[in-house]
Every structure is written in C-alpha cells, then in structure tokens.
C-alpha cells in the first residue's frame, strides 16, 4: 500500500523541540516534493515547510528559524525538526508528498490538490 505515515508528535513544553518523521511506504520520496502542512482547531491548513526534489527549502515565516526540515531518501523519510516551540505552534501535522518535485519561490503555500500522497497526521501539543 503507497502511503505516507507520521510521528514523532507529542506533548511539549514552550521552548521545547520536537522531531516529526514523514515515512514513505511503498515508494521512494526521490521524485517527490514533500510539505508540511498542519491545522489547528477552528483555523484553515497553513503550509509550514516544504522541501524540493532537489533539496532546497523553504519555511513559512511563522516557524522560521525555528523549524528545519531535511530529507533522507535512502531511508525514504522526510524529518522536521522543531525547537523553540510555542503556543501556536500546536496542531496536527500532516506531510505530504507531491510529484510536481518543486516548490514555491517563497513560503510554502502550496495547494492540497497538488498533493499525490498524504499522511494521516500527528497531534503535536504545546502546553506548560
């Protein structure tokens, strides 16, 4: 079955970090772009990472400096590092993988419907 699976969510302080896993099965992310998207109750999806075919990246100005998003096709996993976590940054994330293979010039504002796989989400939480 392709699909794609998320972890690595959880409960965490402010100011601590967290590391999401974005897993391919049954597939290989070597031609995929992959986003991060995530959505919090009452708020629409907001793209928050992304990372090309070829590797480069972009955040949206929201998580800057903060999150770092990296991907090992060997292991056909995408990872999206989180630290200085904060309040707002509580949502489900959701990855998904696209075979257009690029992103935008900035931010990651990138349609659903240019998604070709999508994971199930995982609940991350900020409270102290």
């Known amino acids: 079955q392709l699909q794609l699976v998320e972890s690595g969510g959880g409960l965490v302080q402010p100011g601590g970090s967290l590391r999401l896993s974005c897993a391919a099965s049954g597939f290989s992310l070597d031609y995929y772009s992959i986003i991060w998207f995530r959505q919090a109750p009452g708020k629409e999806r907001e793209g928050v990472s992304c990372?090309?075919?070829?590797?480069?990246?972009n955040y949206a100005d929201s998580v800057k400096g903060r999150f770092t998003l990296s991907r090992d096709n060997a292991k056909t996993t995408a990872y999206l590092q989180m630290n200085s976590l904060k309040f707002e940054d509580a949502a489900v994330y959701y990855c998904?993988?696209?075979?257009?293979?690029?992103?935008?010039?900035?931010?990651?504002?990138?349609?659903?419907?240019?998604?070709?796989?999508w994971g199930k989400g995982t609940l991350v939480t900020v409270s102290s």
């Open positions: 998904g993988a696209s075979s257009v293979g690029t992103i935008p010039i900035n931010g990651c504002d990138v349609t659903a419907g240019a998604m070709d796989y």
């Open positions: 990372i090309s075919r070829s590797g480069s990246t």
